[in-house]
């Protein structure tokens, strides 16, 4: 158990306002391996982010709530920890790069004191010290380290998203957690980006959580894949399983949408019908209403995450049941 | 599994339960359904509407004559007779007060309405039309700006002399300014809304558009202004009638009521006190119910 | 930049220009006869006439305006008081100082205590501390200035003799006048404050700020401070022009011998050089004082530095291209 960094049990969040109670993550569980990189796949609302902002501990106050399991990092139960113990993780262990670059970055401080910021909230250093690690940083996200006295409003989105990776990276986290750091970017950027990740990704070794709703970019990218729907991880596998051996309807139904440079086709595959609303679950499948495959006894169970081989994990009553013939 | 039941969920399930019809949701029902949650409001609501019925209904509530002097109760303290005392000339001040109501209030009405109508077009107008009618009206606008409203009043009432219609022309050309700022502000918002954007591509009449669209939605805002403009112009007007210039005695004002106990203030206090209380509840209700109204329409404002 | 604030420096004149028509236009519209006024009621009428003659009061409203301009311009000349017979200029200059003094006072009053009650009820949102700090905010915009002018009054004047209830001879006599404007503004910065406080505390960059691990106290002072304080800069502005018009009337109940006061007599009396010198002295301080605030701005958001500049720049290219196109 000692080289898993992350291990998610049995976590549930939920949203809760005056007027509903939205579910946003359901009883996921997962683990990471050390210098993993691991790819959260799944639509809008599907819950990636939530998940990501309760392993920061950043859900939103009074409003988001995690009602039910664990959250280990490096052994320890994140949830368990002090406010004060939980700040001394973020930034230094576990980091986060947001969606947005263009918010992001605080729009009256300099990029180089916001990446200072960070180095001298976590390592013990002379504001001067800092600035010139600082400066180091923006070197190694491809900037002109004497660009430090400058505003995020000089810099375009790509520029920015690469401060906040700086800013990211700066203490060295153990854990990243990128939340679709390329999808308010130009397609260009969005490589560039990548692959700058990549290269950094390799000389630190740092383990990832990449969360995106693009494929493509998590078959270039990652190690492992988890597929969330509805707040559930309804397949999870090795990128090599998940890409060449989808078992869910969903992901397959994930595929198929994917526009093929081969084949001619005049309109892409949709998946029919729309995600359960958040603040209604069913309490059955809740894949059920636009899958290709239901059967009758998927109304009455919500089926069990199984693991139909060495660490592929899928959770679909069809599966569960040949298993169990 | 995957459901996970919590007691907040079963408190909604209840109170979704509880409401037996699905009612059909307007933006203007939302409004309402947040502003009766909102207890402040409420209570600014239920004191606006008090304060209307005394303004209504004065001549029943009042004991006396607001004008009526009797030289043998003269500087009475508070008492039985008379609940808030009488002044020099023997006037008994709670009737002074429950009509002081009946003209704050229709004044500080007719203020607004003629605010809205003279600024607050001015405004709807600069902000639909935009270019040189919007840089024309607005730099107009700032000429005014530059004076302070309570002067600018003040010299039309000079202008003017004292009076009801003076006041109320006074108070409507110096809050013109601060009037077509807000409800340009108001439709330049919705104005750039996109569902106006799109009815303009499909060829919606100008008209049919302010009507239609631009008002409605800006309808919220405007509200709002409405309701804080009342307690504005009742402090401008009591303002300017303690100082002199405004209305004329023996109008029981409640600016004007409070002038008339300046001069006792060291001896009978009472005497102020308890017109200064009718414009504080006053000015207080307004800006409750504004307030209340402002989270009501505008939610992501609180 | 300096382009920029001459720009707005050139804007005086037209708004100068504007103040001044629409007083003139007021006071020719004013019952009375201003010569009248001067000479008193003992006078023949051949002396108001002769009066009326050296006034210019028989030339056409526009040439009489023009005159007043041109006096201005030329000679620094904003008319003689009726009243007095004193240059205008001369009988406001001394007063500007202590009513400087009283609304300098009175917004740093306001903005301080607004500004205070604003980021403690942004940070206690929702709690009961939020609710107080609103209502006792509210309750202070609802009650006119002269009101709680009187109140003070009564409590530390006529019940404590601890200030004295009006006049200036002595430094406390500043403290009533200021505190009532001052207390009056306070509910509209802490409005303010507080939502744009909220507002800036959700952005997304003090989630950065929270995933760099900062305490929640620095993510107030360092993050959030600065950008919420912009709109409450701008709306010193606009509560200034409220409060010299708090001034006109405390200074009134106050007995302070200030340019509101006056103003206010001026206004009564009908003292018309008067009032249009004051109002156009007011208009002046408050345009410059805006333009202060806008300047200050710039300093605060390094994102308009650029935009005013680039704005300058684009003028001048679309004035080049233009002239080429013509």
């Not at chain 1, 939205?22 to 809008?44: C, F, R």
């Not at chain 1, 939340?179 to 397609?187: K, Q, R, Y």
């Amino acid at each position: 158990m000692d080289e898993n960094i992350l291990d998610i049990e049995d976590l549930v969040v939920h949203y809760e306002t005056e007027d509903e109670v939205v579910e946003a993550v359901n009883n996921i569980k997962l683990t990471m391996k050390k210098g993993e990189i691991l790819g959260l796949v799944g639509e809008t609302g599907a819950g990636k982010t939530t998940t990501a902002l309760a392993i920061m501990g950043l859900l939103p106050e009074r409003v988001g709530a995690i009602k039910k399991g664990k959250i280990k990092f490096e052994g320890e139960n994140l949830l368990e920890k002090s406010k004060r113990e939980m700040r001394a993780v973020r930034g230094k262990k576990i980091s986060m790069i947001f969606q947005d670059p263009m918010t992001a970055l605080n729009p009256v401080k300099t990029v180089g004191d916001q990446i200072a910021e960070v180095i001298l909230l976590h390592d013990k250093c002379s504001k001067v010290e800092a600035l010139k690690r600082a400066q180091d940083m923006l070197a190694l996200v491809g900037i002109v380290p004497e660009r430090y006295k400058d505003y995020p409003h000089q810099f375009s989105g790509g520029m920015k998203q690469r401060i906040v990776i700086a800013i990211a990276l700066a203490c060295e986290p153990d854990l990243l957690i990128a939340d679709e750091p390329t999808t308010a970017l130009d397609v260009t950027i969005q490589a560039q980006i990548l692959d700058m990740m990549r290269a950094l990704q390799k000389k630190n070794n740092t383990s990832t959580i990449l969360i995106t709703h693009d494929l493509g970019v998590v078959a270039e990218m990652c190690d492992h894949c988890a597929v969330m729907y509805a707040g559930e991880i309804v397949e999870y596998g090795t990128l090599e399983e998940i890409f060449d051996n989808p078992k869910h309807p969903y992901t397959k139904a994930l595929y198929k949408s994917i526009p093929s440079l081969d084949k001619d086709v005049d309109r892409l595959h949709v998946i029919p019908g729309m995600v359960c609303d958040p603040s209604d679950l069913p309490s059955h499948c809740s894949f059920y209403d636009r899958c290709d495959e239901k059967c009758d006894a998927c109304k009455l169970h919500d089926p069990l995450p199984y693991e139909i081989k060495d660490g592929h994990v899928v959770k679909c009553l069809k599966y569960q049941a040949r298993e169990e013939e | 599994m995957a459901k996970m039941y919590t007691p907040e969920m079963e408190k909604i399930a209840k109170k979704k339960a509880r409401r037996k019809k699905p009612i059909n949701s307007t933006p203007a029902y939302e409004a309402w359904k947040r502003f009766r949650r909102n207890k402040t409001a409420i209570v600014g609501l239920v004191m606006v509407c008090i304060l209307v019925l005394i303004a209504l209904f004065a001549n029943f509530i009042a004991p006396y004559d607001y004008q009526a002097q009797d030289y043998t109760a003269m500087m009475q303290k508070p008492n039985a007779a008379h609940l808030f005392g009488t002044d020099q000339f023997g006037r008994d001040i709670f009737s002074r007060c429950v009509y002081g109501a009946r003209y704050s209030l229709f004044i500080a009405l007719f203020c607004t309405i003629a605010a809205l109508f003279s600024g607050g077009l001015l405004g709807i107008l600069a902000g639909y039309f935009g270019g040189i009618v919007d840089t024309v009206i607005m730099r107009v606008m700032d000429i005014f700006q530059s004076i302070p409203m309570i002067m600018m009043a003040m010299c039309i009432v000079s202008v003017l002399g004292n009076g009801i219609p003076q006041l109320v022309a006074a108070v409507m050309f110096a809050s013109m300014p601060t009037m077509a700022r807000n409800n340009r502000a108001a439709i330049l918002r919705v104005r750039g809304c996109d569902y106006i954007e799109s009815s303009e591509a499909i060829g919606v009449s100008q008209i049919k558009m302010i009507i239609k669209h631009m008002i409605p939605n800006a309808a919220g805002v405007m509200i709002i202004y409405f309701v804080g403009f009342l307690a504005v112009s009742i402090m401008m007007m009591s303002s300017m009638s303690y100082i002199g210039v405004g209305l004329a005695a023996p109008t029981p004002e409640w600016g004007l009521i409070l002038n008339d106990g300046k001069a006792y203030m060291t001896s009978s206090p009472y005497m102020m006190f308890f017109p200064a209380l009718m414009i504080m509840i006053t000015c207080f209700a307004f800006n409750l119910l504004g307030d209340g109204l402002r989270d009501a329409f505008d939610p992501k404002s609180k | 930049m300096i382009k920029y604030i001459i720009k707005r420096i050139l804007y005086l004149i037209p708004i100068m220009l504007g103040v001044s028509a629409i007083i003139f236009i007021l006071k020719t519209f004013t019952p009375g006869d201003p010569a009248r006024v001067i000479l008193g009621n003992d006078a023949t009428q051949e002396q108001v006439d002769a009066k009326r003659e050296e006034l210019g009061l028989n030339d056409p409203v526009i040439i009489q305006y023009g005159n007043y301009i041109k006096g201005i311009v030329t000679r620094g000349d904003f008319g003689d008081s009726y009243r007095t017979g004193n240059p205008v200029l001369s009988e406001i200059l001394p007063r500007l100082k202590t009513s400087g003094l009283i609304t300098l006072g009175a917004v740093a009053i306001g903005a301080v205590i607004g500004v205070l009650l604003g980021i403690i009820s942004a940070l206690r949102k929702y709690t009961w501390v939020d609710s107080l700090v609103l209502v006792i905010s509210m309750f202070f915009q609802s009650v006119p200035e002269f009101v709680v002018a009187l109140v003070l009054i009564f409590i530390f004047a006529v019940n404590y003799h601890l200030l004295p209830s009006s006049g200036i001879e002595t430094a406390s006599g500043y403290i009533l006048p200021m505190l009532c404007i001052g207390l009056s503004s306070v509910a509209s910065y802490t409005r303010i404050t507080r939502s744009s406080m909220l507002e800036v505390l959700s952005e997304d960059y003090i989630r950065t700020a929270k995933a760099k691990g900062q305490t929640d106290s620095n993510i107030t002072k360092h993050h959030a401070l600065r950008n919420a304080m912009i709109p409450v800069a701008q709306s010193i502005g606009t509560n200034l022009g409220n409060s010299i018009g708090g001034a006109m009337v405390l200074e009134t109940v106050f007995g302070v011998p200030g340019v509101g006061k006056y103003i206010v007599d001026s206004i009564t009396q009908r003292n018309y050089p008067s009032v249009l010198g004051g109002a156009l002295i007011i208009a002046m301080v408050l345009t410059i004082i805006n333009l202060l605030v806008d300047i200050s701005f710039i300093l605060i958001d390094p994102r308009l530095k650029s935009t005013i500049i680039a704005g300058g720049k684009k003028s001048k290219k679309v004035k080049e291209t233009a002239a080429k196109a013509a």
